[in-house]
């Protein structure tokens, strides 16, 4: 099994900055695809960012391009999601996942595991 454990959310001013973390632990060994996503109040949960097992490959929602990185360290089995010039519509809980392939896909039920989530809040 693996397990996602996000971190780094936080209430942050119209503007700003936050770097969420997602540490995974359990069976981490073969090649995968890590992404991030995100479920605002009463909405489905979108897509946000994923990056290839080398981090060569990144992909973003339109919605953050430019704005967010997505990274990963793979000895330290962490992937990373840098948010600056954030809006109060990115105001959501934010899930770290896991997909046992390796190739990016945008649909939720393209992975096979999630965190628990980490609440980021952005105020006008």
């Known amino acids: 099994q693996v397990q996602l454990v996000e971190s780094g959310g936080g209430l942050v001013q119209a503007g700003g900055s936050l770097r969420l973390s997602c540490a995974a632990s359990g069976r981490t060994s073969s090649r995968y695809i890590m992404a991030w996503f995100r479920q605002a109040p009463g909405k489905e949960r979108d897509f946000v960012a994923a990056?290839?097992?080398?981090?060569?490959?990144?992909y973003y929602a339109d919605s953050v391009k430019g704005r967010f990185t997505i990274s990963r360290d793979n000895a330290k089995n962490a992937v990373y999601l840098q948010m600056n010039g954030l809006r109060p519509e990115d105001t959501a809980v934010y899930y770290c996942?896991?997909?046992?392939?390796?190739?990016?896909?945008?649909?939720?039920?393209?992975?096979?595991?999630w965190g628990q989530g980490t609440q980021v809040t952005v105020s006008s």
């Open positions: 990056i290839t097992w080398s981090g060569g490959g990144t």
């Open positions: 996942a896991r997909r046992n392939d390796v190739m990016i896909r945008t649909a939720p039920s393209e992975y096979d595991y």
